[in-house]
Nanobody, 125 residues
């Protein structure tokens, strides 16, 4: 059974940092592309950052230079380091997985098959 479990969310002030983690199990992690998506109340889910099965990364323009995605294939874990957080980063953050080489920047959230339950990030001004 494929499982994704996010952690690391919380409440921070603008300019602060958080590190999200996503622990994966039940599948051959290094064969899957991984990504972070987020969804704010009343808004559509949007891609934040992705790393494909070959290690290539992609970022939404709104987070470039502030967020860094990484994956540890030995530990089957995905990370998102978020620095210089802004109030507009406030959202539920979800980890997603898809088999093969899939770029977050090319494929919308509804293409991705496997999802975690989400972790809330709240940034206050």
């Amino acid at each position: 059974q494929k499982r994704l479990v996010e952690s690391g969310g919380g409440s921070v002030q603008a300019g602060g940092s958080l590190r999200l983690s996503c622990a994966a199990s039940g599948f051959t992690y290094n064969r899957y592309s991984m990504a972070w998506f987020r969804q704010a109340p009343g808004k559509e889910r949007e891609g934040v950052a992705g790393v494909d099965s070959g290690g290539s990364t992609s970022y939404a323009d709104s987070v470039k230079g502030r967020f860094t995605i990484s994956r540890d294939n030995a530990e089957s874990t995905l990370y998102l380091q978020m620095n210089s957080l802004k109030p507009e980063d406030t959202a539920m953050y979800y980890c997603a997985a898809e088999y093969g080489s899939v770029s977050m920047s090319r494929y919308r959230w509804d293409y991705w098959d496997y999802w975690g339950q989400g972790t809330q990030v709240t940034v206050s001004s």
